[in-house]
Nanobody, 122 residues
Framework: QVQLVESGGGLVQAGGSLRLSCAAS????????MGWYRQAPGKQRELVAQ???????NFADSVKGRFTISRDNAKNTVYLQMNSLKPEDTAVYYC????????????????WGKGTLVTVSA
């Protein structure tokens, strides 16, 4: 059973920083892209940042220059460093990863974490 577990959310004032972590565990053969999405109340879930197994990254325009994404392949963990936070960054942040579980023919599947709440006060 493959799981993604997020940590690091919380309450922060505008201009502050938070670091989110997401660890993948279970019977894993390989992990391709890992990333973070967010969903604010009343809005659709949107991509925040993504990183490939090779380290290539892409970011939503709204977070470019403020957020960075990194991963530790040895730990199957992805990080999201969020700086200069704004009230509009308030959302539940979800970890996402394309993982091939161990098996006779490992097949990539899309996995989601349960989410961690980030609240930015004005």
């Amino acid at each position: 059973q493959v799981q993604l577990v997020e940590s690091g959310g919380g309450l922060v004032q505008a201009g502050g920083s938070l670091r989110l972590s997401c660890a993948a565990s279970g019977s894993i053969f390989s992990i391709n892209a890992m990333g973070w999405y967010r969903q604010a109340p009343g809005k659709q879930r949107e991509l925040v940042a993504q990183i490939t197994s090779g380290g290539n990254t892409n970011f939503a325009d709204s977070v470019k220059g403020r957020f960075t994404i990194s991963r530790d392949n040895a730990k199957n963990t992805v990080y999201l460093q969020m700086n200069s936070l704004k009230p509009e960054d308030t959302a539940v942040y979800y970890c996402n990863a394309e993982i091939s579980p161990l098996g006779i023919v490992p097949t990539p599947m899309n996995y989601w974490g349960k989410g961690t709440l980030v609240t930015v006060s004005a």
